[in-house]
């Protein structure tokens, strides 16, 4: 898929951790240094921790694992195992301050830098077929870029990142029909073949997905506060018994963020207060408030295959393709990725990145909750550790699909699985709805 051309692969793994870096040093320079040892949300790590911790897994996987070389820092390890600290812990940890942070990942950087000019990219097994461990710690970086941005936007003090607002949506997208319809029977869900895909995207398995219809659009919050107003949030017969649990202990009554000002709506958004914009995405809902909203609607989240099936089967071929406007890597035109801008885009944006049955805005824009448990495909082998996918596996987490404005180019795939627990409102999650088109 990405050829066999080893300079081409090199070159290809080589922008992939430059633009990883550029972004980080974007995340991590922005706000004076003792804002990246505070600890801004019991829920995040300080700033300083994913530094370092990016550096420490490219040491472990680049330098380690694949250049054959002895460890540089091995008392790191223990510090930036994210199994060994919980995330409210790190702050107490001795860390590295943030100048030798920088350093470290650094002198990390160059030293693969020079494992790459010289390391086989294909015959060398399967850590180093098609450059693999190198898109894999390109794409653990965007990831933790990502947390970084959530942390960014939980923190409060002086603004620190800005960014042009997306365009306004098309014309066409007020007259799009509300739903579409996803012929039943089967296809193709993961992947045997994409190159840099992770271990839980593997490998590709036929599946009967019968008959549903399908959300042109993400929810929107204009139509997520007519089930605020409806008293949505009042009402247990929407919730599942955790989720109302969850309601009442915290007194939640709006998405993460929202606050009424008199008769009006407003949020925050990294350091800035605004009317909620009614034409976006809504953002910042739990699994839980996804469900119910679903419910008050009288239908429910897609199944992780349903979505698959959405965004990735062509009924005109049989076939899957890589994202939902076809084979070709995320452009500008095709969705709203890569931090370009802080928010996402309104619902009906970019026509050119839909689907063959014209759902749009399945990547980009917002994460969207999916009714399903992560758990592995049939045929699963965690790779290369187990840490990364399997270790989660189970009923505790839900997936998520599509990726948000935050997520970077280099991982987001129609394939492309995220999960988290269906508490949790601080990451860049929303949803679309779905009913069965048949009765069961
Ligand atoms: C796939 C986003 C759930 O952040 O916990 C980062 C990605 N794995 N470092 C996470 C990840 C190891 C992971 N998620
Ligand atoms: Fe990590």
């Known amino acids: 898929e990405y050829g066999t051309d080893p300079g081409a692969l090199r070159r290809r793994a080589a922008e992939a951790l ?8 974007a995340l991590t320079g922005c706000v004076p240094d003792a804002e990246l040892t505070a600890q801004h949300s019991p829920l995040m790590s300080p700033l300083v921790w994913d530094l370092a911790h990016i550096g420490n897994q490219e040491e472990l996987w680049l330098w380690r694992a694949v250049g054959g070389r002895a460890a540089l820092r091995p008392e790191l390890d223990t510090l930036y195992d994210a199994f060994e600290h919980p995330r ?27 494992v790459l000019e010289s390391a086989p990219v294909e015959g060398g097994g399967p850590l180093l077929a098609a450059s693999f461990a190198f898109g894999m710690v390109a794409q653990h970086e965007q990831q933790h870029d990502e947390t970084m941005l959530i942390t960014h936007q939980l923190r409060t003090g002086p603004v620190a990142l800005t960014a042009p607002d997306p365009p306004p949506a098309p014309p066409d997208a007020a007259a799009l029909p509300r739903e579409v319809l996803v012929e039943g029977g089967p296809f193709t ?12 995207e593997r490998p590709a398995h036929v599946r009967d997905v019968p008959a549903f219809f399908l959300d042109t659009l993400p929810v929107s919050n204009r139509a997520y506060r007519h089930f605020v107003e409806d008293g949505g949030y009042d009402e247990p017969r929407w919730w599942h018994p955790a989720g109302w649990e969850q309601v009442r202990r915290h007194g939640l009554t709006a998405p993460l963020f929202w606050r009424r000002e008199g008769t009006q709506w407003v949020r925050r958004r990294f350091g800035v207060v605004e009317p909620v914009p009614p034409d976006e995405p809504v953002l910042h809902v739990s699994w839980y408030e996804a469900a119910a909203y679903a419910a008050w609607a009288g239908r429910r989240l897609p199944t992780e295959a349903e979505w ?114 269906p508490v949790r409102r601080q990451i860049f999650a929303g949803f679309r709805t779905a009913r069965d088109a048949e009765p069961r």
């Open 18 to 25: 430059l633009a990883a870096r550029e972004r980080t040093a």
């Open 88 to 114: 409210a812990a790190r702050r107490a940890l001795p860390l590295l301050p943030p100048e030798q942070a920088r350093g470290y990942v650094a002198d990390v950087r160059g030293r693969v830098l020079d």
């Open 189 to 200: 869900m993961g992947t045997s073949t994409e190159p840099w895909a992770l271990d839980n």
């Open 308 to 421: 698959e099936k959405a965004a990735r089967h062509d009924p005109a071929s049989g076939r899957s393709r890589r994202h939902p406007w076809g084979d070709e890597d995320p452009a500008p035109h095709h969705a709203n990725l890569g931090q370009r801008h802080l928010r996402p885009a309104p619902v009906g944006s970019y026509p050119r990145g839909a689907s063959p049955l014209g759902v749009r805005q399945l990547a980009g824009d917002v994460w969207e909750w999916t009714a399903s448990d992560f758990l592995p495909y049939p045929g699963f082998r965690a790779f290369p550790y187990r840490e990364y996918s399997e270790v989660f596996f189970g009923t505790s987490y839900k997936v998520l699909r599509g990726g948000s404005f935050g997520v970077d180019p280099v991982a987001c795939r129609g394939t492309f699985r995220n999960w988290d627990l």
